[in-house]
């Protein structure tokens, strides 16, 4: 068939910066420019390659694991922690944000293995197993000040840019 290799931005930026990262898994926005590069005991890695954005690398989470987008794109989920004390976290997504991630937000006071864990759609949820439980975050239905005026991802990204004014920081930190 005679298929060849395609070129793609995230490649450039990649090799433009490998003596800066380190990192076994690309975990790529399936819609915005940026992907979030797993290193192990490492810092993870934003990467974006957006016209008009900084493509330096940034330091992500300390020891984050299992990066997984819901499939609106609207939210990443990941856990951080050794095995004994791990937490799952929430982060929006949006443009709005200089590399892409809001603040993160604590789900779980657990960890969710390998295969344990899933989004749905209609509505957009994050399912995880933990033992004998079951957990589900439904992020479409759920009750905040403004809801019928915004969806509750907007609300949480205006809300979350506030805060990040407030505390004079932008984007990423720690």
Do not use: C
């Amino acid at each position: 068939m005679n298929l060849e290799p395609a070129n793609h931005p995230l490649a450039d930026v990649i090799n433009k910066n490998k003596d800066k990262i380190s990192f076994f898994d690309i975990n790529a926005h399936p819609t915005l420019p940026f992907a979030i590069l797993s290193s192990g005991k490492y810092d993870e890695t934003v990467i974006n390659w957006g016209d008009g954005r900084d493509k330096t690398p940034h330091a992500l989470i300390p020891n984050g694991k299992q990066f997984s987008f819901s499939p609106d794109g609207k939210w990443v989920t990941f856990w951080v922690g050794d095995y004994s004390d791990a937490k799952t976290y929430l982060m929006p997504v949006s443009e709005k944000y200089p590399n892409y991630l809001g603040s993160p937000i604590m789900l779980l006071n657990d960890y969710f293995n390998d295969n344990k864990s899933a989004w749905t759609t209609n509505p957009t949820s994050f399912v995880g197993s933990s033992g004998e439980e079951l957990y589900r975050w439904d992020l479409d239905n759920q009750d905040f000040p403004e809801k019928g005026k915004m969806s509750f991802h907007d609300y949480v990204v205006r809300e979350d840019l506030k805060k990040m004014t407030r505390e004079k920081r932008q984007g990423l930190g720690r």
